[in-house]
């Protein structure tokens, strides 16, 4: 596995994290960007952070609506029960029980 893989799935994971510790499941693009710089030293364009929105969008685990320049995601059921270790989205770091 290439590292380029291992930091999208975990990044995809830490996106749904996020996702899930906020209020109203909702954050936007520029915010997990910077949340990914600052946490985890992972220094991606915006652009990149919503490629990964998309995917995870295509896999069913996030909703995303365009505000403005930035994108809003929202975390669904479906991200919620791969977080809980229920299921195992494809392409998305598992969870495990201490970090979800």
Known sequence: MSIDTIVKEESRLIILKVL??????????????????????????????????SYL???????VVAAGTVKIAKLTEHGARHLRGNIIIPGVQAATLSGA
Request: aromatic share 10%; hydrophobic share 40%; proline share 5%.
């Open 57 to 63: 969008k295509d896999m069913g685990a996030i909703e």
């Open 20 to 53: 899930n510790d906020e209020p109203g499941r909702t954050v936007t693009s520029e915010a997990i960007r910077r949340f990914l710089l600052t946490d985890f030293l992972i220094d991606k364009p915006r652009a990149w952070v919503e490629q990964e929105f």
